[in-house]
């Protein structure tokens, strides 16, 4: 059996009690069955259902009992047909008794793999609610310390998922069914899990067996005197889509060993000579510093970069405040002590629960390979284990440096006018709203991270199947257990409506008359009706005004004229008849604008090039376009920096009219303090 080959059996409740939650089951195992078509083809499935009508097993057939179980899929290479077996769950009638399933699935394992070692796991997803028969001999504890010795003896792996939606009334059926499961538990050959919604049932399966590989392995160095062997794991890692690959579909047909894959290659050319290919001693890495570029070898780009030592060292204790949550970083890891050292054990589980009682964090610098080229600081939590069998350990979360912090100024409320402050009414219907939507009320907690699957993730092995069976398949719509995620439940909204109306009644929407504007329709129908309405009363004065200062709406706007120009501009914006049509109407805005500071007399066209400098530079932040502003602004300042027209610039820095930062657009390659000490340092150097 291939090293990383895992064989998993479902033993699936079918019963009563689970009608409600089927499709659930359906769609978390076929995730399962969908991620291993894509990252383990070669893993094993067999699944076994009980609680159905009928009985079909092996043991059945040879001892007699283990009624009510029926084995739907031996174990085999999972395919097609695994998934198809799970799209047709019957709904049972009979109670399900989980012992006899497990020990079923068990035999199974058995009968095909002997003694032989390898990665197998039964998993079992149950109500657990049914009345569980009585075993020929002993009672059932005996029949359970029985089964998990055949576990432990196989190194098979069993994981329970119980489903009990909260409403369900506990009976002493259900205490027996959770004392045996968990009987199991502390075993050590079971992981058992209890959820209370269809959302958290779909994340309870570990539907992808990531095999824990260790990215450090060393010393955790207190000082030169007192060092700790341990073991670092990740404990947290984005689960990222599957890799896409191009393939070539230029194979024959009949060819059953073709690739299909497509080798790509790079060729360098010169500009000088574009026939002639560049050979790789021949090129070279070049930076961008300013107007020109800076060439840098590989030898001494290995010369510059930083290789410090591996390891990982304790530069001190902090208060467990002065680290907040909001600073930590990517992945989390684990630190363990190193398995079988008795010494690392005792002194990671002294100082864990020394800084546990002091309230206490570590902070620690990290390299953890050789040659590494960047250093981590991160900080050590604490985590004392509650079990007798789990070693105490920490966990290492990475700290952002100066550079890496973002710090955001917002306004807060008291800044404002007291006509823009919220009332106590308004304060209270926010409160109340967040107060509805909270996740996680007192004893119950909605969406629990290690049960809340990816919707992206679900939706695209979901997707991926059905492209494969229909190439022409549309999207399907969203799963309702997934919608549940991606959408406010609609449960709780439903039973607050009279709080969502007391908030949308505390908060008037009134327009805002600043930026209200024209729109053509109302302009068309009131154009039209003009002559109707003659006849019987006078248009408004408002309906005058705006007539007055918009275009015919049948005139096509195409050059920007001196009777109103900033409206020009924007209608020609607007209407994005081409791809260069925005450029076009900057361009036109640049040279209106440069005309009119250069036919000037004594300022009297100041007023104007100065509305029309704002509206062109708020339009290149919108269509983001910074470095045209930036170059027009910079060559009309040349221009007109001597004489007279030197007053129209001191009007444009009266105004914070200067060059577009990064912060309004992010192509800019001007900074914050750039633009507003431009005018300044261009007096500078001036004088």
């Known amino acids: 059996m291939a090293r990383n080959r895992e064989v998993v059996i479902l033993l699936l409740d079918v019963g009563p009690s689970m009608h409600g939650v089927l499709q659930e089951v359906k769609n978390i195992c076929l995730t399962l069955v969908h991620k291993k078509l894509v990252y383990n083809r070669s893993d094993e499935v067999g699944i076994v259902l009980f609680g159905t009508k009928g009985t079909c097993n092996e043991l059945a057939k040879e001892l007699g009992g283990y009624k009510h179980v029926t084995v739907t899929r031996d174990i085999k290479v999972v395919d097609e047909g695994t998934a198809q077996a799970l799209q047709n769950l019957p709904l049972g009638s009979a109670p399900g008794d989980f012992l006899d399933s497990i020990v079923v699935g068990l035999d199974m394992v058995m009968r095909k793999f002997g003694n032989t070692k390898g990665k197998r796991r039964l998993c079992l997803i149950t109500g657990a609610q049914d009345l569980l028969r009585d075993p020929p001999e002993g009672t059932k504890e005996e029949q359970v310390d029985t089964i998990a010795d055949m576990l432990k003896k196989h190194s098979i792996k069993l994981e329970c998922i119980i489903f009990r939606e909260p409403g369900v009334h506990h009976n002493a059926i259900m205490e027996e069914n959770d004392r045996l499961l968990y009987q199991f538990r502390n075993r050590s050959v079971a992981k058992v899990v209890q959820v209370d919604s269809p959302t958290s049932l779909l994340g309870a399966l570990k539907t992808r067996n990531v095999l824990p590989v260790t990215v450090f392995r060393g010393d955790l160095e207190v000082n030169s005197n007192f060092k700790i062997k341990v073991w670092v794991y990740k404990k947290t890692a984005e ?107 005792l002194a990671v589980s002294a100082i864990a629960r020394a800084m546990h009682q002091m309230n206490k964090v570590a902070i620690v610098r990290c390299v953890w390979r050789q040659g590494q080229g960047n250093v981590a600081l991160g900080v050590l939590t604490p985590n004392i284990s509650s079990v007798n069998n789990v070693q105490d350990s920490f966990y290492f979360n990475v700290l952002p440096f100066a550079e890496d912090i973002r710090e955001f100024q917002f306004r807060s409320f008291s800044s404002l006018p007291s006509s823009s402050q919220p009332t106590e009414e308004q304060q209270e219907a926010a409160d109340n709203l967040v107060k509805m939507l909270d996740l996680a009320p007192p004893g119950r907690e909605v969406l629990k991270p290690e049960f809340t699957p990816n919707p992206m993730l679900e939706r695209f092995y979901s997707y991926l199947d059905l492209k494969s069976k229909q190439p022409d398949a549309n999207v399907p719509p969203l799963e309702r257990s997934l919608r549940r995620i991606t959408e406010p439940d609609p449960d709780v909204i439903g039973q607050q409506t009279q709080l969502i109306q007391n908030l949308g009644n505390a908060f008037e929407l009134k327009e805002n008359p600043k930026k209200k504007k024209a729109r053509t329709q109302d302009i068309l129908a009131y154009a039209g009706a003009g002559d109707q309405a003659n006849s019987v009363e006078e248009p408004s004065v408002e309906k005058d005004r705006l007539l007055e200062n918009t275009h015919p709406p049948t005139e096509n706007v195409g050059a920007i004229r001196d009777s109103n120009p900033v409206q020009d501009f924007e209608a020609m914006l607007a209407k994005r008849s081409s791809s260069t049509w925005v450029q076009k109407a900057i361009e036109d805005m640049q040279n209106y604008t440069a005309a009119l500071l250069q036919k000037s007399r004594d300022g009297s066209n100041y007023q104007k090039a100065l509305e029309c400098f704002a509206a062109l530079r708020k339009a290149c932040i919108i269509e983001q376009e910074p470095q045209e502003f930036n170059e027009f602004l910079t060559k009309i300042y040349e221009r007109l920096k001597e004489g007279d027209a030197a007053k129209f610039i001191q009007l444009l820095s009266s105004k914070n009219i200067s060059l577009i930062s990064k912060e309004e657009a992010p192509d800019s390659d001007v900074t914050e303090e750039m633009a507003k000490s431009f005018f300044l340092k261009r007096e500078k150097a001036s004088q």
């Open 239 to 345: 689960e990222k889509f599957p890799t896409l690959k191009k393939y070539s579909d230029k194979a024959p047909p009949s060819d059953k060993f073709a690739s299909h894959e497509v080798k790509v290659d790079y060729e360098y050319k010169s500009v000088v000579e574009p026939d002639k290919v560049v050979p790789p001693d021949q090129r070279i890495k070049g930076y961008l510093y300013g107007p020109q570029v800076v060439p840098v070898s590989t030898a001494e780009w290995e010369a510059v970069k930083f290789k410090p030592e591996k390891g990982v060292k304790l530069l001190g204790f902090t208060d467990r405040s002065n680290v907040p949550r909001h600073h930590f970083m990517k992945d989390v890891c684990l630190f363990i002590p190193e398995p079988g050292n008795i010494k690392a054990t």
